[in-house]
Nanobody, 122 residues
Framework: QVQLVESGGGLVQAGGSLRLSCAAS????????VGWFRQAPGKEREFVAS???????YYAEFVKGRFTISRDNAENTVYLQMNSLKPEDTAVYYC????????????????WGQGTQVTVSS
């Protein structure tokens, strides 16, 4: 089992920044890929970014150049630095851990956190 807890969400003005954290406990965290997903009201959950156990990174097109995912295995934490935020980035952000599979596919992820709300005002 892997337990994941997100933090760092909040209210920010358009153009601002936030850094989300995903703290893990349980099984060896460094063996897992970790992804960030988001879900806006009335919309399906969508892939945002992921980082492999080798620290290869992948991003959705709509966040490339604005968001950066990183991991600190010593701290069992994955971060999502979000810059140049837009109102359309408003959503609940979830982190998830995966032993393998497509980095962008929800079904590849075995463990999920409870989510953290990000609200971007215009």
């Amino acid at each position: 089992q892997v337990q994941l807890v997100e933090s760092g969400g909040g209210l920010v003005q358009a153009g601002g920044s936030l850094r989300l954290s995903c703290a893990a406990s349980g099984r060896t965290f460094s063996n897992y890929a970790v992804g960030w997903f988001r879900q806006a009201p009335g919309k399906e959950r969508e892939f945002v970014a992921s980082i492999s156990w080798k620290s290869s990174t992948y991003y959705a097109e709509f966040v490339k150049g604005r968001f950066t995912i990183s991991r600190d295995n010593a701290e069992n934490t994955v971060y999502l630095q979000m810059n140049s935020l837009k109102p359309e980035d408003t959503a609940v952000y979830y982190c998830a851990a995966s032993r393998g599979g497509s980095y962008y596919a929800i079904e590849s992820y075995d463990y999920w956190g409870q989510g953290t709300q990000v609200t971007v005002s215009s």
